[in-house]
């Protein structure tokens, strides 16, 4: 075990932690905004930060540890984990593997979109997969905000939780296995904000994203899954939604607006029957 690597390592996570917890106490906060320009900062606050501690921060451990390389192709030590894989697989069928993870993280992510702004438009408070519904724009504005957000998200969380945090692990323990395992755990643990069922489905999406990597031998597909899925949830599904509102909204007036006329001729014919 290499000691400056793994006290750099009880550094990383000690932060990680102390992150999660100041996150858990912000979104508690941010729950109770009310102004959209509050929601607004609060969103260009949580895009700025992670760009910092995950995008730059990430690279700067991929640096130091000399593997600026695992970045553009799969770290040699992580492609043992495939190997046997590959053994048994034809070369065609990469693409194949590659569509079908893709496609597994589309549907997630419009099932559990399509399940939290359902649940919304029912005014039901907590969603079935975390606590992410405050978290969801409710105007232009704030769509406008998450699209920054949903792409930082997806590009510096997989640089720092699928390359620079693995390889940091690894460089402190020797082990391929601790690198995997805890990077995904602190991946799940980021997002203890949503509860403990957000922990869980965040901890099994960052094993789906592994996965990714590893099949893929790029940090580029994590990346491109990771983004797609934050887009679909913070900005597609909530512009969506927002349309089926205004079109309710709209409808409801000229119903109303119908049904006082039967009751208005009643009373007029009943005035001109007693004069």
């Known amino acids: 075990m290499d000691v400056i690597s793994g006290l750099a390592l009880l550094g990383v996570i000690g932060g990680l ?16 905004f009310e102004c959209s320009a509050d929601r607004v900062r609060f969103h260009r606050r949580w895009t700025l930060v992670p760009l910092a501690v995950f995008g730059v921060g990430g690279l700067a451990v991929i640096l130091s540890l ?14 043992l984990l495939i190997a046997p894989l590959e053994a048994v697989s034809e070369p065609e069928s990469s693409s194949l593997e590659t569509l079908v993870g893709m496609a597994i993280g589309l549907l997630l992510g419009l099932t559990i979109t399509a399940v939290v ?61 601790a690198s995997l395992l805890i990077s995904i ?11 403990w069922k957000g922990v869980l489905a965040t901890s099994a999406m960052g094993a789906l994203f592994f996965w990714l990597y590893l099949s893929s031998g790029s ?18 599904w909530p512009l969506v939604s927002q349309s089926l509102a205004r079109r309710r909204s709209a409808s409801e007036p000229g119903e109303r607006a119908i049904s006082p006329k039967p009751a208005a001729v009643a009373t007029a014919i009943e005035a001109k029957a007693n004069s």
């Open 117 to 177: 702004w359902r649940r919304r438009s029912k005014r039901m408070s907590q969603p079935v997969v975390g606590d992410i519904e405050a978290l969801l724009p409710r105007n232009g504005k704030e769509v406008l905000s998450c699209v920054p957000l949903a792409l930082n998200a997806g590009i510096s969380e997989e640089i720092f939780y699928r390359v620079a945090l693995p390889l940091l692990v690894l460089e402190a323990t020797g082990s391929v296995g």
């Open 66 to 79: 000399g593997r600026l390389d695992a970045l553009g192709s799969l770290p040699v030590e992580f492609a």
């Open 185 to 195: 755990a602190a991946f799940g643990l980021a997002h203890w904000y949503q509860g």
């Open 219 to 236: 940090i580029i597909k994590p990346i491109a899954m990771h983004v797609l899925i934050d887009i679909i949830g913070l900005v597609v």
């Open 17 to 32: 932690t102390w992150m999660s917890w100041r996150d858990s106490r912000d979104y508690t906060a941010f729950k109770q």
